[in-house]
């Protein structure tokens, strides 16, 4: 009997590639090497008979009967995806979901979003993975996740994103900052901070609004980027190492001898975004996204 789930991967990896007419790009984008990707797409082409792409320097291109055959079976597979994402708990049927995170639950837009929706979709079953956005970016990729929230407006091919947040910059610093005791901070006055970036949150967004903004005073910001998540980053506040560069979702948490001191006049935000897979066939996904398009209003 054949492997189904296996065919389904080695499916997916030829899909991913011809959208990206790369297979080095599929490989960065899943998670895996690049001759991983190569060899499961050749087993596929021997279990199938024919070639599905032509190779060359430039990259990949997909033969004329390897574009009928891949949607040929993006068709076939859609079922097959959807009986996936379905779990049976004491013989009834319950869709399950995916979902991505990197930043705080404590409050924000993302909380609101997942209440609403188990109002919504009382039986669904959500299952939320934390980890930092490239992992989350290639959980989706891959179809381990079903969406991810990710900060920026990030682009991806085959990928769809709706901003659903956007943030003003605090800066997390130690009580005894001397700028601690401030209600907003103006950009020119943290010049001169040291920034820790940890593997979750909203590093790269921040990092992008910090060089953009200090730039314009002739300033460029030291970065020290460190591989901890968001409680051993404060601490390292905590410790005197530096100040993190948050969202406002995050000051919702207390932390001892941590204070939260908002940046700028508001007008410079850290956008937080969605993004799943165009390809992905969950049910469920569609719902999510339509609530969060209504929630969310742009």
Not at 77 to 94: I, M, N, T
Request: aromatic share 6%; with cysteine.
């Amino acid at each position: 009997m054949p492997d189904v789930l296996l065919d389904l991967r080695f499916l997916k990896y030829a899909i991913l590639a011809s959208e990206q007419s790369s297979i080095r790009r599929a490989s960065e984008l899943l998670g895996v090497s690049q001759s991983t990707v190569t060899r499961r797409i050749q087993i596929l082409e021997r279990k199938i008979g024919f070639r599905i792409f032509e190779r060359s320097s430039q990259g990949v291109k997909v033969t004329p009967a390897g574009s009928r055959f891949l949607q040929d079976a993006k068709v076939s597979s859609d079922k097959l995806h959807e009986v996936a994402s379905c779990v049976k708990l004491d013989g009834a049927l319950l869709w399950e979901i995916k979902l991505g995170i990197s930043s705080s639950l404590s409050q924000g837009v993302i909380p609101e979003l997942i209440s609403r929706f188990r109002s919504l979709r009382p039986n669904a079953i959500l299952e939320i993975h934390e980890g930092d956005e490239s992992q989350n970016i290639r959980g989706v990729m891959s179809g381990h996740l079903d969406l991810a929230f990710v900060s920026g407006r990030p682009e991806v091919a085959g990928c769809g994103t709706y901003t659903i947040s956007e943030e003003p910059l605090y800066i997390a610093l130690p009580i005894t900052h001397p700028l601690a005791s401030r209600e907003r901070l103006e950009w020119n006055e943290i010049k001169g901070e040291t920034y820790l970036i940890g593997r979750n949150g909203r590093g790269e967004a921040a990092t992008d609004l910090l060089t953009r903004k200090l730039s314009e005073f002739g300033f460029r910001p030291t970065f020290q980027f460190h591989n901890v998540g968001r409680e051993n980053l404060i601490n390292l506040v905590r410790l005197g190492m530096g100040v993190v560069p948050t969202g406002q979702s995050t000051t919702g948490i207390e932390y001892p001898d941590i204070a939260f001191v908002r940046v700028g006049d508001g007008n410079e935000k850290l956008p937080l975004s969605a993004m799943w897979s165009n390809i992905n066939t969950n049910p469920l996904l569609r719902g999510f996204v339509s609530t969060l398009k209504q929630t969310c209003i742009r």
